[in-house]
């Protein structure tokens, strides 16, 4: 995991320090702040590590700075990406229904709801949705 003096010594104490910081300044309501050092965690998490679970909690991290800021769009953006790494997370599925309805994007709810019904339900609901526009 590299040498004493490489990038990637103490990377574990290292991360949980920047994960307390970020999250001291979402606290505080300096998103600006927070933003930054998730930004610097995802960097470290697609260069130098693998895991996949803390991604999905800095992206949904990062929508929820986004949307406090008022920028929806980078906020679904974030989100989206923790979606990639894993579709069936329920947290992010959580929080795109929360999303989608808070801004009354009623037909990407809808279809990220018909993903998860059977298809005969899925079909009713492609014919409804059709019928609509």
């Known amino acids: 995991m590299g040498n004493k003096n490489g990038p990637l010594f103490g990377t574990g104490k290292y991360i949980k320090a920047l994960k307390i910081r970020a999250l001291k300044h979402v606290l ?3 998103y600006d702040k927070a933003l930054d050092i ?13 895991i996949d679970l803390d ?3 800095l992206y949904c991290q990062l929508c929820r700075i986004y949307r406090e800021l008022g920028k929806n769009e980078k906020g ?7 979606m990639k790494i894993n579709p069936t997370s329920e947290i992010v ?15 990407e709810f809808f279809n990220l709801l018909k993903d998860t019904l059977p298809e005969d339900l899925q079909k009713f609901l492609d ?6 526009l």
């Not at 959580?94 to 808070?102: F, K, N, Q, W």
């Open 28 to 30: 505080k309501s300096r």
């Open 38 to 50: 998730y930004n610097r965690l995802l960097k470290i998490f697609k260069e130098f590590l693998d």
């Open 55 to 57: 991604e999905i909690f």
């Open 76 to 82: 679904i953006s974030a989100i989206k990406k923790a």
């Open 93 to 107: 599925k959580i929080t795109l229904i929360d999303i989608y309805l808070t801004h009354e994007l009623y037909f």
């Open 127 to 132: 014919d409804y949705l059709s019928s609509q």
